[in-house]
């Protein structure tokens, strides 16, 4: 049974900083590409990073990430962190992890969420 489990997520102020976990079973991890999603009420599902199965990880970002959040794996956890640093209000959203088997997006599982709330 494949498992994703988020966690990390919380209150915290702006200009602050949070680190998110998330932890996979029932799987190869190293066979996965990691992505965090976040998604704000009334709002659409957003890619925000991705590292992939290969090499030592390539990482992307959406712009609005850049140079703020820092995403990273640890095979041997079968987990995958979101370091977010310099948070801002419209950061806030519930945070879910994606398990993506080989990047094909044709086998792919999802975590629970975390609430992430940005607010001074």
């Known amino acids: 049974q494949v498992r994703v489990v988020e966690s990390g997520g919380g209150l915290v102020q702006p200009g602050g900083s949070l680190r998110l976990s998330c932890a996979a079973s029932?799987?190869?991890?190293?066979?996965?590409?990691m992505s965090w999603y976040r998604q704000a009420p009334g709002k659409e599902r957003e890619l925000v990073a991705r590292?992939?199965?290969?090499?030592?990880?390539?990482?992307n970002y959406r712009d609005s990430a850049k140079g703020r959040f820092t995403i990273s794996r640890d095979n041997a956890k079968n987990t995958v962190y979101l370091q977010m640093n310099n948070l801002k209000p419209e950061d806030t959203a519930v945070y879910y992890c994606?398990?993506?088997?080989?990047?094909?997006?044709?086998?792919?599982?999802w975590g629970q969420g975390t609430q992430v709330t940005v607010s001074s």
């Open positions: 994606d398990a993506d088997q080989y990047g094909l997006g044709r086998y792919r599982y």
């Open positions: 029932g799987l190869t991890f190293s066979d996965y590409a």
């Open positions: 590292i992939t199965h290969t090499g030592g990880g390539t990482t």
